[in-house]
């Protein structure tokens, strides 16, 4: 069992995007392999982290589910400030919100880190008879602004766990052989270790191995 204190790297990734698209599950599916059928919106942050190993390194991922409603941005805008990741969330079932992953783009570029790794998710995969936004417009889309995607289901896991890992994985390949950067309030988010005694887990054929723990800063609920 991989544990958290024993990590390599430790990478921060914020979960955006319009509310209602399923951030707050997708984050509990990855963390905690839950899914919440009755949602409410996210107030504030949600926080969750895991532990996976990629190429002999225990990575942990510190998720933020930042709140998607306009009137808590305020809120959630200093939460970009040591995100080396980010996935930016739409409802394959809302044109709007798919439309929306534009301004999501926008308020990255302008409030994160140049470097970011950005991936696009279309979440809800289960309701393919309700779909608004087809899988190619949505490749299409993230050709063209050179991020990455993929289509998930929060309620039944389809490719939850290997959004993650992928974005771990570009993060790692991209951040990991850099030296060690402190966030702004001293915090270390990029850790080398040299301990090598850990096992390989082959991402594409083997379960990750991981341990989990979420926790909150303000009142919340799961959208």
Not at 4 to 19: A, P, Q
């Amino acid at each position: 069992m991989v544990q958290e204190e024993d990590n390599d790297y430790l990478f921060k990734i914020v979960i955006i995007g319009d509310s209602a698209v399923g951030k707050s599950n997708l984050l509990n599916r990855f963390t905690r392999n839950e899914f919440t059928e009755k949602t409410k919106a996210t107030i504030g942050v949600d926080f969750g982290t895991k532990s996976i190993e990629i190429e002999n390194k225990v990575i942990t991922a510190q998720c933020w589910d930042t709140a998607g409603q306009e009137r808590f941005r305020a809120v959630t805008s200093g939460y970009y400030r040591g995100a080396v990741g980010a996935m930016i969330v739409y409802d394959i079932t809302s044109k709007v919100s798919f439309k929306n992953v534009t301004r999501w783009l926008n308020e990255l570029r302008e409030m994160a880190d140049p470097d970011i790794l950005i991936m696009m998710v279309g979440n809800k995969s289960d309701l393919d008879s309700a779909r608004e936004v087809s899988t190619q417009e949505a490749q299409s889309f993230a050709q063209s602004h050179k991020i990455s995607f993929l289509e998930t289901s929060a309620l039944n896991s389809s490719n939850v766990n290997l959004a993650f890992e992928r974005l771990l994985t570009d993060i790692y390949h991209h951040f990991g052989q850099k030296k060690q950067v402190v966030m702004d309030d001293g915090q270390e988010w990029l850790k080398p270790s040299t301990s090598s005694g850990h096992k390989i887990t082959p991402l594409a054929e083997t379960p990750v191995s991981s341990t989990t723990s979420t926790h909150q800063e303000k009142k919340k609920g799961c959208c």
